[in-house]
């Protein structure tokens, strides 16, 4: 009988350290404030690859943080131009250059950007049952947006790799799937 107790016991607490720690996690990165949405002077937001244009008035959800790095980090892959002229707005925060499009390169949300901690660095990227290894060279920024410096795009969410096109041929993707889609990363 002691032994049952003992066992039940343990399994309580099993059971409620799990909890908590799933609790913990998933607490670890809240919204950090909001943004409001402010029109974009005419032909001032580029939407190429289908980017959103800020909308005047909407509240927009900013992150100072992102989730936790594992090593299968999930995370939503977005479309962008770091070209001259692309959507991507002005050149990378990495190295305040432009990058072709038929290079492997990513933004990170602020949070995995890590105050540029990961700038030049390489992340694998998994999806479609293919793996890609792109540098990183900008963030995503998650704290602002719907300005000028933004090209009048909304804050990013806090789990976007936001991939050149060469990411998402690598992956397999078909073009007109590209868009959103849901990965996992970690660190090369």
């Not at 001259?84 to 002005?90: A, F, H, I, N, P």
């Not at 499009?101 to 105050?115: F, I, K, Q, Y």
């Amino acid at each position: 009988m002691e032994s049952f107790s003992i066992r039940t016991l343990l399994l309580v607490l099993f059971i409620t350290s799990a909890t908590f720690s799933l609790e913990v996690a998933a607490q670890s990165c809240r919204p950090s404030g909001n943004s409001w949405g402010r029109k974009p002077p005419p032909g001032q937001c580029n939407q190429e690859n289908d980017s959103d244009c800020c909308v005047q008035g909407k509240f927009y959800t900013t992150y100072k943080c992102s989730p936790s790095v594992s090593s299968n980090t999930k995370a939503t892959l977005t479309l962008n131009s770091f070209q001259k002229g692309g959507d991507g707005g002005g050149p990378s925060k990495c190295d305040n250059q432009y990058h072709s499009d038929d290079t492997p390169v990513v933004a990170l949300s602020t949070g995995w950007h890590s105050g540029g901690g990961r700038c030049h660095n390489n992340i694998v990227i998994s999806a479609n049952g293919r793996s890609v290894r792109a540098m990183v060279v900008d963030e995503c920024d998650s704290t602002m947006g719907c300005d000028e410096d933004h090209d009048y795009q909304p804050p990013c969410r806090n789990n976007i790799v936001d991939a050149s096109k060469a990411v998402w041929k690598a992956l397999g993707v078909p073009e007109d799937n590209w868009g959103e889609l849901d990965i996992t990363w970690t660190d090369a």
